[in-house]
């Protein structure tokens, strides 16, 4: 083990002064010029991304865990409307999804008085509600696919024993089952935030201003290429980078296995 990480850091310190001298090259050879003009917008187009990636994380989370239980052990009757939804969900592409809540419920609500009238209307006429509503029903529809398997994955010895014991359900379901599911697909977790992060951009598609469409506005305001999107890349890198850093941390000081006593 020792001999291989001794191969490893000199490649890696190779990839990490070929990456700085690429940035070094990009800084000083092309044109950025354009930058202070478009700062502000991009940094109300970064703070965006980051919002709608951690709703939409917080929130697909929360009904990915009830969609993972129905199908690894709820009955029949919660068990294929689960799988069903994450069938749909997994099976059609994002991008339709969006046009399909934005352009259908978007034009089905105005034809009822009673929503336009409601303190609702203002925000359900702008497009960031449909936005957030596709890509929380996504990152859930996946997630309930690897909870099932994280739930799947524990131990059924210690829930008999668990329930041996006298615990309830719930306490049986909040002490075991559920952490130890979540341990077991952190690293899947990590890697599926990560493409939630990457699948942002589709929501510039319904008019939603996030570090993505600024790089588009750039383009077509000084038809300058290259640089925005490189700055782009840049961006998804780093927030990337960071979330994998995230859950490499939460793994580390995840216990694998449940603590006695």
Excluded at 72 to 83: Q, V
Excluded at 223 to 238: G, K, Q, R, S, T
Excluded at 243 to 257: D, H, T
């Amino acid at each position: 083990m020792s001999d291989l990480r001794a191969l490893l850091i000199p490649r890696r310190l190779f990839l990490m002064a070929l990456f700085a001298g690429f940035v070094i090259w990009c800084a000083l050879s092309l044109r950025w010029d354009w930058l202070p003009q478009y700062l502000p917008l991009a940094l109300e187009g970064l703070w965006r991304t980051i919002w709608i990636l951690v709703v939409t994380v917080v929130l697909g989370f929360a009904l990915a865990v009830p969609l993972g239980l129905a199908q690894a052990a709820g009955p029949w009757y919660l068990a294929t409307p689960a799988r069903l939804f994450c069938t749909i969900i997994r099976g059609t592409p994002l991008l339709l999804q969006i046009w399909l809540l934005y352009y259908g419920l978007g034009s089905l609500f105005p034809q009822y008085p009673w929503i336009r009238g409601s303190e609702l209307w203002p925000y359900l006429r702008q497009a960031w509600p449909y936005a957030v509503l596709a890509l929380t029903l996504s990152y859930a529809g996946y997630e309930g696919e690897v909870m099932r398997g994280g739930f799947a994955s524990v131990q059924k010895g210690q829930l008999e024993a668990a329930r041996a014991f006298g615990m309830p359900r719930f306490t049986i379901f909040r002490r075991i089952w559920l952490p130890q599911a979540i341990r077991n697909v952190l690293p899947t977790l990590g890697g599926e935030t990560i493409l939630q992060l990457k699948a942002t951009p589709l929501v510039a598609t319904i008019t939603v201003i996030e570090i993505y469409s600024v790089s588009s506005r750039v383009r077509a305001d000084t038809f300058i290429v290259y640089e925005p999107l490189l700055l782009l890349a840049l961006v998804y890198m780093i927030i990337a980078g960071l979330i994998a850093l995230m859950f490499r941390w939460i793994e580390n000081r995840v216990p694998s296995r449940p603590r006695h006593g």
